[in-house]
């Protein structure tokens, strides 16, 4: 058997071709019939937008086509992306697992799957229920320790721009997941971060704008690594990011956020700005923006961290 065409989107520019080939084995009078072994190719390669990608989806598949159950066996999944945002080595993607898909009952089964890329690997399980109504998706999630950043450098993808190289190098989680409508739960989280652990629960509400709710506890956290690196200014250089430098003590309460009592000034001292600073909010008297409203104000954000 082979099947072959071109694929398309409307909604994104989409473009390339998806081949099917497999031996078929039907049984009893054509109830039943075993694709053994099928494969399905993503040729072209394929591009969405500036990304390229091709790869191949293989396994078997019992299909008892009187129950409407489908069984597929074996499955090995190989992708290979470059291009667009993939600016350095292209991302393969390695896969492996089994389903059971029973379309009368509206459930699906996935059971010891397994992604990999390089040294980035997830595994875990899934299971699909009401799948003909109000569909609802529950599983596991473990992602084994990886050095994020070297793996994001790797393939030329945006690293969290932190002053210390040494952050997100060590990332491991673990946790249960569940979706339905619109929202994704994350439970029983446990996440570590170079050297803290974090634990609680996190979701994403597919709402405009994209909503979270958490409920997290953090055991230690060195913060100066994960804020920006501040530029080394010189004598002369005021700089733009510089705070303002303080005025007199008895300046108005909206002026009155200032850098702190006992830190120098970044320009006479010639040392590294501190990656934070207290500076005046007043947008009459400073055209320094002493908060980020405009962010807070496109986000629906609720929830407990400690």
Same mark, same amino acid.
Do not use: C
């Given at each position: 058997?082979r099947?072959? $065409?071109?694929?398309?989107?409307s +909604?994104?520019?989409?473009?390339?071709?998806?081949?099917? /080939?497999?031996?078929?084995?039907?049984?009893?009078? $054509?109830? +039943?019939? !075993?694709?053994?072994?099928? +494969?399905?190719?993503?040729?072209?390669?394929?591009?969405?937008g500036?990304?390229?990608?091709? $790869?191949? #989806? =293989?396994?078997?598949?019992?299909?008892?086509l009187? &129950?409407?159950?489908?069984r597929?066996r074996?499955? /090995?999944?190989?992708?290979?992306?470059?291009g667009?945002?993939?600016?350095?080595d292209? *991302?393969?993607?390695?896969?492996?697992?089994?389903a059971? #898909?029973d379309?009368?009952?509206?459930t699906?089964?996935?059971?010891?799957?397994?992604?990999?890329?390089?040294?980035?690997?997830?595994?875990?399980d =899934?299971?699909?229920r009401?799948?003909?109504?109000?569909?609802r998706f529950?599983?596991?999630?473990?992602?084994?320790?990886? @050095?994020?950043?070297?793996?994001?450098?790797?393939?030329?993808?945006?690293?969290p721009?932190?002053?210390?190289?040494g /952050?997100?190098?060590?990332?491991?989680?673990?946790?249960?997941?569940? =979706?339905?409508?619109?929202?994704?739960?994350?439970?029983?989280?446990v996440?570590?971060?170079?050297? /803290?652990? *974090?634990t $609680?629960t996190?979701?994403?509400?597919a709402?405009?704008?994209?909503?979270?709710?958490?409920?997290?506890? =953090?055991?230690?956290?060195?913060?100066d690594?994960?804020l920006?690196?501040?530029p080394?200014?010189?004598?002369? @250089?005021t700089?733009?990011g510089?705070?303002?430098?303080?005025?007199?003590?008895?300046?108005?309460?909206?002026?009155s956020?200032m !850098?702190?009592?006992?830190?120098?000034?970044v320009? &006479?001292?010639?040392?590294?700005?501190?990656p934070?600073?207290f500076?005046? !909010?007043s947008?009459?008297?400073?055209?320094?923006?002493?908060?980020?409203?405009?962010?807070?104000r496109?986000?629906?954000?609720?929830?407990?961290?400690?």
């Amino acid at each position: 058997l082979r099947l072959a $065409g071109p694929i398309g989107g409307s +909604e994104m520019p989409l473009a390339g071709q998806l081949v099917l /080939t497999a031996r078929a084995a039907p049984a009893k009078g $054509g109830a +039943e019939i !075993t694709l053994a072994p099928f +494969e399905l190719r993503l040729e072209g390669p394929a591009r969405v937008g500036g990304l390229e990608a091709e $790869g191949s #989806l =293989a396994g078997s598949l019992d299909a008892e086509l009187a &129950s409407r159950r489908y069984r597929l066996r074996g499955l /090995t999944l190989g992708l290979e992306a470059s291009g667009g945002p993939v600016g350095g080595d292209p *991302i393969r993607l390695r896969g492996q697992g089994e389903a059971l #898909l029973d379309a009368r009952a509206g459930t699906l089964d996935l059971n010891g799957w397994k992604l990999s890329s390089g040294e980035l690997r997830l595994h875990g399980d =899934a299971v699909g229920r009401d799948l003909g109504g109000d569909p609802r998706f529950q599983g596991s999630l473990v992602l084994d320790q990886v @050095d994020l950043r070297a793996w994001l450098e790797r393939h030329g993808l945006p690293a969290p721009r932190t002053g210390s190289r040494g /952050t997100f190098t060590r990332v491991d989680l673990r946790g249960e997941w569940q =979706a339905q409508g619109g929202r994704l739960d994350l439970q029983d989280l446990v996440m570590n971060l170079d050297r /803290t652990q *974090i634990t $609680g629960t996190l979701s994403l509400l597919a709402a405009a704008p994209l909503g979270y709710r958490f409920d997290l506890k =953090a055991d230690r956290l060195d913060l100066d690594a994960y804020l920006p690196a501040a530029p080394v200014r010189g004598a002369g @250089d005021t700089g733009a990011g510089a705070p303002p430098p303080p005025e007199d003590a008895g300046s108005s309460p909206e002026s009155s956020l200032m !850098t702190p009592p006992g830190r120098h000034s970044v320009a &006479s001292s010639g040392a590294t700005a501190p990656p934070w600073a207290f500076v005046r !909010t007043s947008q009459g008297r400073s055209s320094q923006a002493g908060f980020p409203r405009d962010i807070l104000r496109g986000l629906d954000l609720a929830g407990h961290a400690r």
